[in-house]
């Protein structure tokens, strides 16, 4: 028996994010930005020239704490319905981009700062996300990225192998869990010098029409660096 190509688990995979976001008039994840963020965000000062990119937005839980950095901000993400739901506060104060990560359409060397959370361990294809990353960084530009292990709470939880490899939780959504050495690989494979790399934890409410109970992560975040040249 065959599995399907990557291309159709990634499709199929995006349209159900989608349409969770769409599900809901209300924020799936709530309006508290990730636990980890304002712990390993970086200081504007120790930033180069640029503006910020919070990569898969959603409904712009993180956005708070990158304004406050006082730089242009753009937010992207694949699903529609996510943007949609970004309070018009927020709108107001940053660019909407509806994108692929791994293809935005957006020129070379354009942020000092990119924010990439709770999406490499639902991407099917990281590696294309984060040479894209790469691309858009300047040199000196700095990526935060949180990859989860076998040892976060919701590893297992209610998911079943997907096919070629992965998991898929409740038959629907993409997840891969990586430990240290393959996290910390998956950034250098893309071009990306590792600055920090810790672990993380945190407490999250429940996900209306996600996930019912209260949970415990625990996630590897990492800080990287274009190299300048």
Not at 40 to 48: G, I, K, Q, R, T
Not at 123 to 141: C, D, F, H, K, S
Not at 147 to 163: E, L, N, R, T
Request: proline share 10%.
């Amino acid at each position: 028996m065959s599995h399907p190509p990557t291309t159709e688990i990634n499709a199929e995979n995006k349209s159900a994010w989608n349409q969770l976001y769409a599900s809901t008039p209300e924020s799936i994840w709530g309006r508290e930005p990730v636990g980890f963020l304002r712990r390993h965000l970086p200081a504007a000062s120790v930033l180069p020239p640029g503006a910020l990119l919070d990569a898969a937005a959603g409904e712009g839980r993180n956005l708070p704490p990158l304004l406050e950095l006082g730089r242009p901000v753009t937010a992207c993400d694949a699903a529609a319905a996510a943007l949609a739901k970004i309070p018009a506060a927020l709108r107001a104060r940053v660019t909407i981009l509806e994108c692929d990560l791994a293809q935005l359409p957006l020129g070379d060397a354009q942020f000092a700062f990119i924010l990439l959370s709770d999406v490499v361990e639902t991407l099917p294809e990281p590696a294309t996300v984060l040479t894209e990353m790469r691309r858009l960084l300047v040199p000196g530009g700095l990526l935060l990225v949180n990859i989860p292990g076998d040892d976060d709470g919701i590893a297992g939880i209610d998911m079943q192998p997907a096919p070629g490899h992965g998991w898929l939780y409740r038959g629907r959504y993409y997840y891969h869990f990586y430990g240290r050495a393959e996290a910390e690989a998956l950034l250098a494979a893309a071009g990306l010098a590792l600055v920090a790399s810790e672990v993380s934890a945190w407490d999250e409410p429940p996900h209306p029409q996600f996930r019912p109970e209260p949970h415990a992560h625990r996630s590897r975040v990492l800080l990287a660096r274009r190299p300048a040249g």
